[in-house]
């Protein structure tokens, strides 16, 4: 490769990650604040509202059973209606559901409004990790990807103190700070959705903010990339979504996300019980530690593998680191030592994302891929609702939070076991070093 070429490289490669991965990040740090405030709100809400712990975990959960049965047809339809378009309605629609949260009067009201939070968010975020392969090569993948997810543990790092603040300072015309969390978090979603449909362009061929020797460049690269993987497959909705080895991922997903959000929800409460004489503004800024560590170490780990262009045990490793992590903070009375044992389990939590996403692509086409991400994604969040109903239902028989984690700790196990035995034939395997030969 030639200097001039290496510098067009550089060059375009950063002009689309700072036009791109800076604004979907932003999306995705209000999406989770949006999703995942209601742990904060639990501090004073459900003392409000009367739920039991058994309830609040299912509130917690019912989410994602509207975000199961709609992802994949919301991927359809993004496709269909492109990603400026329909990624703009998400976030509109998600952010109007979550104002109106802050008006409930009853468990029922939370069910109901739950779940139509989900519905509306559903598609979001494999939408997004699509959106990115139009614009990145393979060999990027895991890297962008982790940048775009590392707003998960920053929304952590963010809306812990944040909302916790509005619960403890924010009461305007005898309104709760709970109910002011959910209505002043959310409306940043509308005003995101307005603005994603004028920001956002659909493809490389439309980017006007690219310059010509820029756009011809990346279009170029990208049909490379494309034709080094001719030999995947490409599957229709039904054969993408019942391949074996989307399943086999879906399942790994499904029991990593029952372990992942079922420590996010409760945290709050987790923390609670390490002091009754905490405020929720100290419980948010405590909050903010395993947030902080896990962010640091998933972009560091996604790097590596996109270095060694290795993805299986670069998704293994992180959830065995988490699995210990969830052991010891269970098993634990000191709470300095359950925050770092928190801290190291959510790092691998949340190191494990970027290599298991960038998987699918191994196998299976850019089209199939989308279907096959959806799905994944869909059936995964069902852990989602297990994790956190789960931990309800543990507490409310043992009247400790923390015993979850030992549930939580096996569910990881199991995880990194099948990552770990997840079986690429050899046309797989030859695919991957045949791109690595191609694009190196």
């Not at 550089?10 to 995705?28: L, Q």
């Not at 989900?118 to 982790?146: C, D, H, N, S």
């Not at 305007?172 to 307005?194: N, Q, Y």
Request: charged letters at 15%.
């Amino acid at each position: 490769m030639t200097h001039t070429a290496s510098s067009l490289e550089k060059k375009t490669i950063r002009k689309v990650t700072w036009r791109i991965i800076p604004f979907v990040f932003i999306c995705y740090i209000i999406s989770y604040i949006d999703r995942a405030n209601l742990g904060y709100a639990a501090l004073e809400m459900n003392k409000d509202l009367a739920l039991s712990s058994e309830v609040f975990g299912l509130v917690s959960g019912i989410f994602f059973i509207g975000y199961f049965l709609f992802e994949v047809p919301s991927n359809v339809m993004m496709q269909r209606f492109g990603a400026r378009i329909w990624i703009a309605r998400i976030l509109i629609s998600w952010g109007i559901l979550a104002v109106i949260t802050g008006f409930v009067q009853s468990a029922t009201h939370l069910y109901i409004l739950r779940f139509l939070l989900g519905i509306a968010e559903a598609g979001f975020f494999p939408g997004i990790i699509m959106y990115l392969t139009v614009w990145f090569r393979a060999k990027e993948q895991a890297t962008t990807v982790a940048l775009f997810t590392a707003a998960i543990p920053v929304s952590y790092i963010i809306g812990a103190p944040f909302s916790t603040w509005i619960l403890d300072h924010i009461s305007w015309g005898d309104f709760a700070g709970w109910r002011w969390m959910f209505i002043l978090e959310g409306l940043p979603a509308v005003i995101l959705g307005v603005v994603t449909y004028f920001y956002l362009t659909e493809r490389p061929e439309n980017a006007k903010w690219l310059d010509k020797e820029e756009k011809e460049w990346l279009i170029g690269e990208l049909k490379k990339d494309k034709e080094a993987r001719k030999n995947v497959k490409h599957l229709g909705i039904l054969k993408a979504i019942a391949n074996p080895k989307v399943l086999f991922l879906s399942f790994i997903y499904f029991v990593y996300q029952t372990g992942s959000l079922g420590v996010g929800y409760w945290m709050p409460q987790i923390i609670k019980g390490f002091s009754g004489m905490l405020s929720n503004f100290q419980i948010g800024l405590i909050a903010m530690i395993p947030y902080i560590g896990a962010t640091i170490g998933m972009i560091v780990w996604s790097r590596r593998s996109d270095r060694k262009n290795e993805r299986r045990l670069h998704s293994a490793i992180p959830l065995l680191v988490a699995c210990v992590g969830l052991v010891g903070a269970g098993l634990t009375n000191n709470p300095y030592i359950a925050i770092v044992l928190i801290t190291v389990s959510l790092t691998g939590m949340y190191s494990f994302k970027a290599p298991f996403w960038a998987l699918p692509s191994l196998f299976l086409t850019q089209s199939t891929a989308a279907i096959a991400i959806a799905s994944i994604n869909s059936i995964g969040n069902l852990g989602g609702f297990v994790g956190p109903y789960a931990i309800g239902i543990i507490k409310g028989m043992t009247g400790d939070t923390k015993s979850g984690l030992l549930f939580l700790s096996a569910l990881l196990l199991i995880s990194f076991l099948m990552v770990l035995f997840m079986n690429l034939d050899k046309k797989e395997v030859t695919e991957e070093n045949n791109y690595k030969n191609v694009s190196g």
